[in-house]
């Protein structure tokens, strides 16, 4: 069975600076996609990244961007330029390539500082 | 696009009685509707996958005779809890699906507070 690990509860980032959050998974699958998933206050749960397995570039939005290490298992979000809106339970998720469900990580609390 | 509310937004019951929470895909059909539950701060956790037509799909712990799913139309999926108690207070998010697997998205409902006196 797929695993999403998330090991930091917690993470604070100072306004207009650049935050990375962590995230490890476990499969046997070569094809897949990887998410990160943004749950603000409100609870409404935005997706604010994807990336496919087989792509080897990394995916990027605007200020956000994925350290994809395929090999490692290893797809960390950075976070560039931080805004008070940032602040959020972060999760990163996995997906097979011919299945529907996700699978969670654990989640991250992130805190901006003004 | 790619819109999914759900309805009511916060519900009380009382012990013993039933609540039923809809999951409506807006903009486009859903072949495929999950139900997820979460404590706070913790994360989503998968009770369910509905597909139009056909009888949901439990994930294992999860008691399909308490929590009833409906996925009666490619729009619409129900959740009712049965005889609810205070231990099923819970946040229920749903999410849908337009393709099964592939590159489908799924994208998230705004959630339903359940709390039960």
């Known amino acids: 069975a797929q695993t999403v690990t998330q090991s930091q509860p917690e993470m604070s980032v100072q306004e207009a600076e650049t935050v990375t959050l962590s995230c490890t998974y476990d499969t046997s699958e070569s094809d897949y996609y990887l998410f990160w998933y943004k749950q603000p206050p409100s609870r409404q749960m935005i997706l604010v990244i994807r990336q496919e397995a087989y792509k080897q570039q990394n995916a990027t939005e605007n200020r956000f961007s994925v350290n994809f290490q395929k090999a490692a298992k290893s797809f960390s979000l950075k976070i560039s330029d931080s805004q008070l809106g940032d602040a959020a339970m972060y999760f990163c998720a996995y997906r097979g390539f011919s299945d529907s469900k996700l699978t969670f990580g654990k989640g991250i609390t992130l805190s901006v500082r003004p | 696009g790619a819109v999914v509310s759900q309805h009511p937004s916060w519900v009380i019951c009382k012990s013993g009685t039933s609540v039923k929470i809809e999951c409506r895909s807006l903009?486009?059909?859903?072949?495929?509707m999950f139900w997820y539950r979460q404590f706070p701060k913790q994360s989503l956790m998968l009770m369910a996958t509905?597909?139009?037509?056909?009888?949901?799909?439990?994930e294992q712990g999860v008691e399909k005779d308490k929590f009833l799913i409906n996925h009666a139309s490619l729009t619409l999926s129900t959740l009712t809890v049965t005889s609810a108690h205070p231990e099923d207070s819970s946040f229920y998010i749903c999410?849908?699906?337009?393709?099964?697997?592939?590159?489908?998205?799924?994208?998230f409902g705004p959630g339903t507070r359940l709390t039960v006196t």
């Open positions: 509905s597909n139009e037509g056909s009888k949901a799909t439990y």
């Open positions: 999410s849908a699906q337009a393709l099964a697997g592939g590159p489908g998205e799924q994208y």
């Open positions: 903009d486009f059909q859903a072949t495929t």
